[in-house]
T-cell receptor, first 114, second 117 residues
Framework: GESVGLHLPTLSVQEGDNSIINCAYS??????FIWYKQESGKGPQFIID?????DKRQGQRVTVLLNKTVKHLSLQIAATQPGDSAVYFC?????????????FGKGTMLLVSP | NAGVTQTPKFQVLKTGQSMTLQCAQD?????MSWYRQDPGMGLRLIHY???????DQGEVPNGYNVSRSTTEDFPLRLLSAAPSQTSVYFC????????????????FGSGTQLSVL
C-alpha cells in the first residue's frame, strides 16, 4: 500500500547543531508535502510546505528538500534550539474523488540537549 | 482568535457507552477533519468534510459517525465505545480542499485524550 514513512524514530542533537529529519514517500502522484511539529500535549503545528514542482523551500531556520527521483523529503533545522525538541511529522497530499486528504508519517522525535 | 477548539480535553468511557467529541473553528474554513493518534501509528484520518452537509470517510471510519450542519462545527460521535478506540483525537481545519487551489495547510486543535475501559 501507499505510505509515508520516516527513517529514524529518534534524533538526538546538541544545541546549536543542524538537524536533518528524513521522510520517504511511496505515492509518486503526491504533489504537495508538509512538515508538522508536535510538542508534548499539543496538536501538530504547521512548519513548512513544498509542492512537487519545487526542489527546495526555505523558511526561518528551516529548509525542506524534495527529491522526487528517490521519493525522499527532508527537513533541515539550522542552529537547533531546545525549543525545537518535539515530534516531527511529514505528510503527503493524496487526491480522493477530487478532494485532498493528508497522509501522515509515523513521526520522528527530535531531542535537543543544551 | 480561538482557532480550532476541541472539547472535552480528557474523557473516560466504559465499553458500550456513546459520546460526542466536539470541534469548532472560527476561521470560516470549509474543510474539517478528524484524526486519531496512536503510539507508533502517526495520525490517521477518520472522517472529513469539505463543506456544510458534505462528509466522507477517511482511513479508519468504523465505529465513528460525523455530521456537518454548519461551517463552524464538526462533531465526532462514538456510537458504542470499544477499548480499541482509546486514543488521542485531533480535529483539524483548513481554508479549502483541492483541487480548487485553496491551501491545504491544516490547523489542529489541542486534542481529546479518550480512554475506553
Amino acid at each position: 500500500g501507499e505510505s509515508v514513512g520516516l527513517h529514524l524514530p529518534t534524533l538526538s542533537v546538541q544545541e546549536g547543531d543542524n538537524s536533518i529529519i528524513n521522510c520517504a514517500y511511496s505515492n509518486s502522484a503526491s504533489d504537495y508535502f508538509i512538515w508538522y511539529k508536535q510538542e508534548s500535549g499539543k496538536g501538530p503545528q504547521f512548519i513548512i510546505d513544498i509542492r512537487s514542482n519545487m526542489d527546495k523551500r526555505q523558511g526561518q531556520r528551516v529548509t525542506v528538500l524534495l527529491n522526487k527521483t528517490v521519493k525522499h523529503l527532508s527537513l533541515q533545522i539550522a542552529a537547533t534550539q531546545p525549543g525545537d525538541s518535539a515530534v516531527y511529522f511529514c505528510a503527503e497530499n493524496k487526491e480522493n474523488s477530487g478532494y485532498s486528504t493528508l497522509t501522515f508519517g509515523k513521526g520522528t522525535m527530535l531531542l535537543v540537549s543544551p | 482568535n480561538a482557532g480550532v477548539t476541541q472539547t472535552p480535553k480528557f474523557q473516560v468511557l466504559k465499553t458500550g457507552q456513546s459520546m460526542t467529541l466536539q470541534c469548532a473553528q472560527d476561521m470560516n474554513h470549509e474543510y474539517m477533519s478528524w484524526y486519531r493518534q496512536d503510539p507508533g501509528m502517526g495520525l490517521r484520518l477518520i472522517h472529513y468534510s469539505v463543506g456544510a452537509g458534505i462528509t466522507d470517510q477517511g482511513e479508519v471510519p468504523n465505529g465513528y459517525n460525523v455530521s456537518r450542519s454548519t461551517t463552524e462545527d464538526f462533531p465526532l460521535r462514538l456510537l458504542s465505545a470499544a477499548p480499541s478506540q482509546t486514543s488521542v483525537y485531533f480535529c483539524a481545519s483548513s481554508y479549502g480542499p483541492r483541487p480548487q487551489g485553496a491551501g491545504e495547510k491544516l490547523f489542529f486543535g489541542s486534542g481529546t485524550q479518550l480512554s475506553v475501559l
